[in-house]
């Protein structure tokens, strides 16, 4: 399979606890993205790599969230101090880096913090 | 502040109608304009794109239209099929926006038999 990989499917966690999302993109691809969905919303942006460098962060993504893409390869999505509110569907995608073209992205992660 | 809105959350057709889903955005700087489709405990797939220079993209049952100085386009699906029901996300990019997506809020097509 070579789609958008993420892992775990699932995370329950509790608040207060920390997490971290692992995605491994389509292997041309250097444009990684990440963005969160939560129940009757369409997927929010929150972070996106060119290669390694981390070139844009959304408002929505608060200090105790820290994503990171050491090699330009995979990436990480880390949540610190989970708390209920950051409940939500973490979506990874990719893309070449190309003007006008489309993202692919994962199944998600799905993450619970009770 | 929506961005791209989907005013209607749901939609109903039978097999073989057309399904039209409809999509407003307000800001006048996107120039690009995707479709994806979504099947629960998956991610969102692509369907279709629109570049603001065009005012109509096919592509198989699947056509986009685009009207800019109204800022709304709509997906139509001819003839509809079962598995066409998902969660369809209109989605929008602007200029110098990293290939950045701004989603609306989705709408839920069924089409049954």
């Known amino acids: 399979d070579t789609g958008v990989s993420q892992n775990p499917r699932h995370k329950i966690t509790k608040r207060g606890q920390n997490v971290t999302f692992r995605c491994d993109p389509i292997s041309e691809h250097n444009r990684l993205y990440w963005y969160r969905q939560t129940l009757g919303q369409g997927p929010e942006f929150l972070t996106y790599f060119q290669n390694e460098a981390q070139l844009e962060k959304s408002r929505l993504l608060s200090d105790r969230f820290s994503a990171e893409r050491p090699k330009g390869s995979f990436s990480t999505l880390e949540i610190q101090r989970t708390e209920q509110g950051d409940s939500a569907m973490y979506l990874c995608?990719?893309?070449?880096?190309?003007?006008?073209?489309?993202?692919?992205f994962g199944s998600g992660t799905q993450l619970s913090v009770l | 502040d929506q961005q791209v809105k989907q005013n209607s959350p749901s939609l109903s057709v039978q097999e073989g109608r057309i399904s039209i889903l409809n999509c407003d955005y307000t800001?006048?700087?996107?120039?690009?304009f995707l479709w994806y489709k979504k099947y629960p405990a998956e991610g969102p797939t692509f369907l279709i794109s629109i570049s603001s220079i065009k005012d109509k993209n096919e592509d198989g049952r699947f056509t986009v239209f685009l009207n800019k100085s109204a800022k709304h386009l709509s997906l139509h699906i001819v003839p509809s099929q079962p598995g066409d029901s998902a969660v369809y996300f209109c989605?929008?990019?602007?200029?110098?926006?990293?290939?950045?997506?701004?989603f609306g809020t989705g709408t839920q097509l069924k089409v049954e038999l």
């Open positions: 995608a990719s893309s070449l880096g190309q003007n006008n073209e489309k993202l692919f």
């Open positions: 800001n006048s700087m996107f120039d690009y």
């Open positions: 989605a929008a990019r602007s200029t110098g926006g990293g290939n950045k997506l701004t």
